[in-house]
């Protein structure tokens, strides 16, 4: 049997990324400094709106645009540093071409810091602008729109306001600490229907004689990093759920969507200058739409008085506001903290259909894992189904594994083999299927590892 030309560079891949990782220092506690900052990105002018099928002008601002950035860094005796600049975005995507003029404006006003250490995540709001006048086609084609800014003006405006985020962030560092804390809401649930007949859909009839059931699982976690100033008192937390930012995702409104809603309640209920970073782990067959149950849901919210976001806001707050004490009771200010920075190539879907929109290259895609104390990270650039994240989490030697999916790179979905038989939208075109979700399993278990040795 003669070999598989494809299958050998893969595994010569591998070894090699293997004997990197291998060369890696482990991570000891160092003392933590910590900066934050926030920026507004909504445009000043009305915006084609990505996310839906069909075209869309946003008529009106109903809420902001926010990127929030996260500055870490640890300095230990021997002068060894680490760093990690993290800026969540309420965007729908992340485009490499973005982050490396994001990185390049970075650079100039920071030298000392290593701008291959700046990741970019998005919160995938189906409300705001995309960033190249060719990602969809002619889908969302606005040159013929007066007065209308173009993605390509938006992109630039964005990576400006990104980096200026970047760098105030990271010249407000100061001694601090940080902390974790695991809490639940459920926000996030699996959309894909399926049928008897082995088909499934996204946001099918569940009403049907010949439902079957949901395709997937889901996980109503809330993961969170909380950090503190010098007097313990909170600066700015990460929450992590695994749930795009699509409740209100087909309004003509620029929005934030849900994430609006939680940063409002969070300030109201903790600190009016809290910081917020919002982050989606791996849910790419998620979304908060109910397949089922909803009139019950609805009469609920009404007699509460809320909307369906603020519904979910409450939701995620409670769960911030129960873990919070706990997580206060062990700070800790010396960390040890690693970042690894990992490009690796994923071996491409055979044999499908290729996205009608455009995507970033897989070769390679650009991966962060990292470590915070007893805490992992590891980001994908993929609307990543969520069976792989939980293969990730469940073989995790960090007591908690935060993912962050839409970092970086924009590479679309990557469904699982079960979904692949169903078929149906987000499980027929990709351009990574489920040999490769493997892969990105393993190569990021891998870098995990490391950080643990």
């Known amino acids: 049997m003669k070999p598989n030309p494809g299958v050998c560079a893969i595994a010569l891949l591998s070894c090699l990324s293997s004997l990197s990782v291998a060369t890696e220092p482990a991570p000891i506690k160092s003392p933590l400094s910590v900066g934050w900052s926030s920026v507004d990105i909504t445009p000043d002018k009305p915006v084609a709106l990505v996310g839906q099928l069909h075209k869309r002008i946003s008529q009106r601002v109903l809420d902001p645009l926010t990127a929030t950035a ?43 810091f290593d701008a291959d250490k700046l990741a970019l995540n998005a919160t995938h709001t189906h409300t705001g602008p995309g960033f190249t006048d060719a990602d969809f086609g002619t889908l969302y084609d606005v040159s013929t729109d007066e007065g209308v800014m173009k993605a390509s003006e938006y992109g630039r405006f964005f990576a400006e306001k990104v980096a200026q985020a970047a760098v105030a962030a990271w010249q407000s560092r100061k001694e601090g600490g ?3 804390g695991l809490g639940h809401a459920v926000v996030g649930m699996n959309r894909r229907a399926r049928y008897f007949d082995g088909s499934a859909v996204m946001y099918g009839a569940t009403n049907r004689p010949d439902f079957a059931g949901v395709e997937g699982h889901e996980d109503h976690a809330v993961e969170m990093l909380f950090f503190w100033d010098s007097r313990r008192k909170p600066t700015g937390l990460v929450v992590n759920i695994a749930c795009p930012s699509q409740e209100t995702e087909g309004l003509n409104e620029i929005s934030a969507d849900f994430w609006h809603d939680v940063r409002e309640e969070l300030r109201k209920r903790i600190a009016a200058d809290l910081f917020v970073l919002p982050q989606c782990a791996a849910a790419g067959d998620l979304s908060p739409h109910l397949l089922f149950r909803s009139r019950a849901e609805q009469t609920m919210m009404q007699q509460r008085g809320l909307s369906r976001r603020q519904e979910i806001a409450r939701r995620i707050v409670n769960a911030v506001e129960e873990a919070m004490p706990l997580a206060q009771q062990r700070i800790e200010t010396d960390v040890a903290f690693g970042h690894i920075v990992a490009r690796v190539n ?35 650039p993929f609307e990543l189904y969520l069976d792989y994240g939980i293969r990730m989490k469940a073989r995790s030697p960090a007591t908690l594994t935060l993912l962050v999916q839409l970092s ?13 038989q169903g078929g149906g939208y987000s499980a027929d075109q990709f351009v990574v299927g489920p040999e490769g979700g493997q892969v990105l399993v393993d190569e990021t278990l891998r870098r995990i590892d490391a950080l643990w040795r």
């Open 178 to 180: 940080m902390s974790w």
């Open 70 to 112: 996260l500055a870490i860094e640890t300095k230990g005796a021997d002068g060894r540093s680490e760093q990690a600049i993290l800026i969540s975005c309420d965007v729908l995507y992340i485009r490499k071409s973005v982050l490396d003029e994001v990185r390049s404006l970075v650079r100039s006003q920071l030298p000392e």
């Open 408 to 420: 970086c790179q924009h590479c679309g979905y990557l469904p699982t083999a079960k979904a692949v």
């Open 346 to 380: 994923l071996p491409p879907a055979k044999s499908v259909e290729a996205p009608f929109y455009t995507t970033d290259t897989i070769a390679p895609v650009e991966l962060h894992v990292l470590r915070l104390g007893d805490i992992a990270m590891a980001t994908n």
